[in-house]
């Protein structure tokens, strides 16, 4: 079974993605970037904020696919500046403290919005239907 999961955000239909999509235990979310309900960018400058909001949608998300932060086994935190990756990491720590999954820190020259300081992925497993 494949779920599609939604936020809300115009540009799904526009570039045809969705925010996350579970096949059966497995959950993959997207490049999540920092904005608010009405497409606004969060913590303009800040990347702690803005690492913040990033996995406050990604909880949603994993929640609305029957998961939580507990399932997370893979983060990859993408940044424009690599000398913010503590401040970045730092936020992460308050999400993924309990999962410890594993990371990957990257540096991209930017987004498609250059408010954005960073973006985030995640996949997760529902660890109490992986072994079906």
């Known amino acids: 079974m494949r779920q599609l999961i939604s936020n809300g955000n115009p540009m799904e239909d526009i570039v045809g993605f969705s925010r996350a999509v579970r096949v059966g235990p497995c959950i993959s979310v997207g490049g999540t970037a920092p904005v608010d ?8 400058g800040d990347v702690f904020a803005q690492t913040t909001q990033c996995f406050e949608i990604i909880k949603a998300a994993l929640e609305q696919a029957g ?21 970045a990491i730092e936020a992460r720590k308050a999400y ?4 410890r999954p594993v990371d ?14 960073v973006e985030i992925e995640v996949d997760a497993v529902v660890a109490a239907e992986a072994g079906r």
């Open 104 to 117: 990957t820190i990257m540096a991209v020259t930017r987004f498609v919005n250059p408010e954005w300081l």
């Open 37 to 44: 309900a009405d497409g606004k960018t969060v913590g303009i």
């Open 67 to 87: 998961s939580g932060l507990h399932d997370i086994v893979r983060t990859r935190v993408i940044l424009t500046d690599i000398d913010t990756w503590k401040d």
């Open 96 to 99: 993924c403290v309990d999962a």
